[in-house]
C-alpha cells in the first residue's frame, strides 16, 4: 500500500466526506484507502522530473479531494484549477506551470513524452511544494501561490484552535474546492477536526433555493461562504428552521447591514466576517456580529501571528491606517517561478495583503478597500469598496460596483455602476443627494450607471475592470 501523507495521513477516525447530491460517503477508513489506490496509480505514471507537478482540473468536488490526496502521496505538487476553464487557459496555465500529470474528469493524462517512471514516487516532504492555487489571472501571466504540507497544517490548526471542533461536526461546502476557501477552510479544516464534510458545492439557482432544506436535512453546524451566495439564497431560499452554530463570510467586503441580515435569516448572531487570502493559505483572522459595533469590514484579530500597518511614510505602525500588513506561519512561499514578484509581497519578514485598513487601539483590524482600486481625486484617496457599501446601504440598490474615470480638473472621480431592486427606476440625482448625506462630497459618485447584474468571477469577487469597460463603452446591458 502507497504511504500516506500529512494532511490525508492523519485524519482522525470520524472525517467523513458526504456528496450531498449523490448520497455517497467516504469514512476516513475508505478515504484512506481511495487516496492509496490513486496513489499507488500516479507514482506508475511516467515522468522524468524529481519533483512533478499535477494539474487537478476534476468538477466532483470528492474527486478533486481525493486525487489531491492521493497527488501528495504518490510525491507530486497539486495544482488545483477551474474544470470549466476554457482550452486557451488550459495551455496558458500548462505553459506556465510544466505539469507532468493532467487529471480531469476523463481520467489521468501523461503531458510527458518518456518510456517509464524514473522516480521512487515517494510522499512529500513536509517543506516541499504541495499545492498551487492559481489567481484569477489565467487568461494573461497567472500567478500560482505556493504552500507547502507545513504551511496548509499550520493554516488549519489555527482553523481548529479558533473554531473548535464542536461547530465543525457537520460542515456545508457550497464552494468550489479549487480556490483556497473553498478547499482549506470549508474541506481540509472540517475533515482534519473529525467532523463530517457535505459537499454541495456551486448551487444552482434552483438549488439554492432549497438551502434551507440542506441546511436541516443535514443537521448542519458550520459553514462559510461569499456576500454573493447569501444575497442571492437570502431571495430565493424561505427563512431556516434549522439554526447554524456558527457562520462565516469572506472573499469579498461584507456591509455591516449583510451581516445582520445573514444573521437575521439564520436566527444565529454567530456569524463572523473574515479576513483571508490564498498567500495566507484561507483566513487570517474573523470578527462576530456583534465586536462589530456597526462597522462595515470589520475582521477583527488575527488567528496566529500578527498584523500590523504600512504607512504612507514607510514606517510600520501597530495602529493607524494605511496597507495592512501580516506575518503568519501560514504564509506561503512565494509565487511559482515568479521570485521577483515574491520579493515585491514582503515587506521585510511581512506579507503586504493590498487591502487598505485601520487597526484600531486593541489591535483589531477593520479593511476599507484595496490599493489597487483606490480612486486618486486630486490627491484624496477614496476606496472603490467603501462606496460600493455605501451605495449598498441605499434601499433602491441591491448591489454596486464604484470605479475611478478621468477628470479633467482632478485627475479622477467617483463611478458607480449599480442594480436596482425590482421595479425601481433610476433617479441620479435622488441617489446622488442621499450620498451626500453618507460620505464626503468628494466620494459622491459623479456619475452613475443602472446594470442588470454586476459581474464576478468564481470566486464571488466584483470584475471591477470589467464593469468599468462595459459601462463606459455602452455594452453594459441596462
Known amino acids: 500500500m502507497q504511504q500516506l501523507t500529512g494532511i490525508c495521513a492523519g485524519l482522525p477516525e470520524g472525517a467523513t466526506i458526504h456528496d450531498v447530491r449523490s448520497g455517497r460517503r467516504w469514512t476516513a477508513a475508505e478515504i484512506r484507502a481511495e487516496t492509496s489506490r490513486r496513489a499507488e496509480k500516479l507514482a506508475e505514471m511516467p515522468t522524468d522530473v524529481a519533483a512533478p507537478r499535477c494539474v487537478i482540473a476534476v468538477a466532483d468536488a470528492a474527486e478533486a479531494l481525493l486525487w489531491t490526496f492521493g497527488a501528495w502521496s504518490a510525491g507530486f505538487t497539486v495544482i488545483l484549477v477551474n474544470p470549466a476553464i476554457t482550452a486557451f487557459e488550459r495551455d496558458n496555465i500548462t505553459v506556465r506551470t510544466r505539469p507532468a500529470l493532467w487529471i480531469g474528469d476523463m481520467g489521468v493524462e501523461s503531458l510527458m ?6 522516480r521512487a514516487g515517494a510522499p512529500l516532504g513536509p517543506d516541499a511544494p504541495a499545492l498551487v492555487l492559481m489567481t484569477s489571472g489565467t487568461t494573461g501571466v497567472p500567478k500560482g501561490i505556493v504552500h507547502t504540507q507545513r504551511s496548509l497544517q499550520a493554516r488549519i490548526a489555527l482553523n481548529i484552535a479558533a473554531i473548535g471542533a464542536s461547530p465543525l461536526r457537520q460542515s456545508l461546502c457550497v464552494l468550489p474546492v479549487f480556490f483556497g476557501h473553498g478547499l482549506i477552510g470549508n474541506c481540509l479544516t472540517p475533515l482534519a477536526a473529525g467532523g463530517t464534510l457535505h459537499l454541495w458545492t456551486s448551487p444552482t439557482l434552483a438549488e439554492t433555493g432549497g438551502l434551507a432544506t440542506v441546511l436541516a436535512d443535514q443537521r ?7 456576500p454573493t451566495f447569501w444575497k442571492l439564497a437570502m431571495r430565493v431560499s424561505p427563512r431556516t428552521g434549522h439554526i447554524v452554530e456558527r457562520i462565516h463570510v469572506g472573499s469579498a467586503p461584507l456591509a455591516y447591514s449583510q451581516w445582520a441580515a445573514i444573521a437575521d435569516w ?10 483571508g487570502m490564498t498567500e495566507t493559505a484561507n483566513w487570517i483572522g474573523g470578527a462576530a456580529l456583534d465586536d462589530a459595533a456597526g462597522r462595515d469590514g470589520h475582521v477583527g484579530h488575527p488567528w496566529g501571528g500578527r498584523i500590523a500597518i504600512l504607512a504612507n ?5 501597530e495602529t493607524g491606517r494605511g496597507e495592512a500588513l501580516v506575518m503568519t506561519p501560514s ?6 517561478d515568479q521570485p521577483e514578484l515574491t520579493d515585491a509581497a514582503f515587506c521585510g519578514p511581512w506579507f503586504r495583503t493590498g487591502d487598505i485598513g485601520e487597526i484600531d487601539e486593541a489591535g483589531s483590524l477593520t479593511l476599507v478597500g484595496r490599493l489597487k482600486f483606490e480612486i486618486n481625486r486630486a490627491g484624496i484617496k477614496i476606496q472603490a469598496e467603501e462606496i460600493d457599501l455605501m451605495l449598498e446601504r441605499h434601499p433602491q440598490v441591491i448591489e454596486a460596483c464604484a470605479f475611478g474615470i478621468p477628470d479633467p480638473a482632478s485627475g479622477e472621480a467617483v463611478a458607480a455602476a449599480i442594480v436596482l431592486a425590482p421595479g425601481e427606476k433610476l433617479d441620479v440625482e435622488a441617489i446622488r443627494n442621499w450620498c451626500r448625506s453618507q460620505v464626503r462630497p468628494e466620494a459622491v459618485p459623479v456619475r452613475l450607471f443602472a446594470v442588470s447584474e454586476i459581474p464576478r468571477n468564481e470566486r464571488g469577487k466584483i ?5 468599468r469597460d462595459a459601462v463606459l463603452s455602452g455594452s453594459a446591458s441596462p
Open 331 to 336: 504564509i506561503m512561499t512565494g509565487y511559482l
Open 313 to 317: 511614510d514607510g514606517g510600520i505602525r
Open 266 to 275: 439564520t436566527g444565529t448572531r454567530n456569524v463572523w466576517n473574515m479576513f
Open 220 to 226: 448542519i453546524t458550520f459553514m462559510s461562504s461569499v
Open 113 to 118: 513524452d518518456v518510456s517509464g517512471p524514473v
Open 463 to 467: 470584475v471591477r475592470g470589467a464593469v
